[in-house]
């Protein structure tokens, strides 16, 4: 860039990688090129979230995809949950597939469903399979790694591994397990306009949960948007929260 003649380059963020460190920009200005730095900073940091997570903490971002009815149910009493959302929604999730470079599941939802977890009616490569426990071989989420360990181990091993997004689609215990462990950068709620009536159908989270309202999690609502009959709703952690990621 320097040799080509360039007299003035426009910056949204530094590279948060420790490799770089703005050493880029030090060089140019160093050359006498004119160097504006944070030009629509937020916009573009919102973009590159996953990468700035990454290089930040050498974990993965972690989006939890989860479709539920209005009274916050994600399958039948039999476990049954095709399909709760319709076209639209299901047609997102290929594009969050398409843009993680891992999904995860629990080994029960591929006992249960059976998924190939890949990408379909959408352009973009299928990400990397993770189960956590033990799969048949006969499974269609195969070939997949099968994981049995602690989370921060596994977020630890896809980091090294130059994983920048995981997306967890697993059932209520998996859910329940990264949620617990503070571990999701971002939660994807598709709420279908249905109902199951009743308190035996699985909840988004299967476990004991909060015992008094001090103890309320709260998130904040980045985005919102109609995807056909449903509706998605995007929260992240708020500050309290994303301290506890660290």
């Known amino acids: 860039m320097i040799s080509s003649g360039i007299t003035r380059v426009v910056v949204g963020i530094t590279d948060p990688d420790p490799k770089v460190s703005g050493s880029g920009i030090a060089r140019l200005r160093e050359a006498g090129v004119s160097v504006e730095d944070g030009v629509l ?12 997570h990454h290089r930040t903490t050498n974990r993965p971002f972690v989006v939890l995809k989860m479709a539920s009815t209005l009274d916050g149910r994600t399958a039948a009493p039999d476990g049954t949950s095709m399909w709760i959302t319709g076209e639209t929604a299901r047609r997102r999730v290929q594009q969050l597939r398409a843009e993680s470079d891992a999904v995860l599941v629990g080994a029960n939802t591929v006992r249960i469903d059976d998924p190939q977890l890949t990408v379909r009616d959408v352009e973009g490569d299928s990400p990397r399979r993770i189960v956590l426990g033990e799969v048949a071989k006969s499974a269609r989420v195969n070939p997949c790694t099968q994981w049995r360990g602690a989370l921060v181990d596994l977020l630890d091993e896809l980091g090294n591994q ?74 992240e952690p708020n500050s309290t929260q994303q301290e506890t990621q660290k």
């Open 41 to 52: 900073a937020d916009e573009v940091a919102s973009q590159l979230k996953a990468y700035i």
């Open 162 to 235: 130059d994983v920048l997004q995981l997306l967890v689609e697993g059932g209520p215990t998996v859910a329940a397990a990264f949620h617990r462990e503070n571990l999701i950068n971002k939660y994807v709620f598709h709420l279908a306009p249905a109902l199951t009536g009743g308190n035996d159908s699985l909840p988004i989270f299967e476990s004991s949960g909060i015992s008094t309202m001090s103890q309320l999690w709260r998130g904040k609502i980045v985005a919102s948007q109609q995807l056909g009959d449903d509706i998605e709703i995007i929260l």
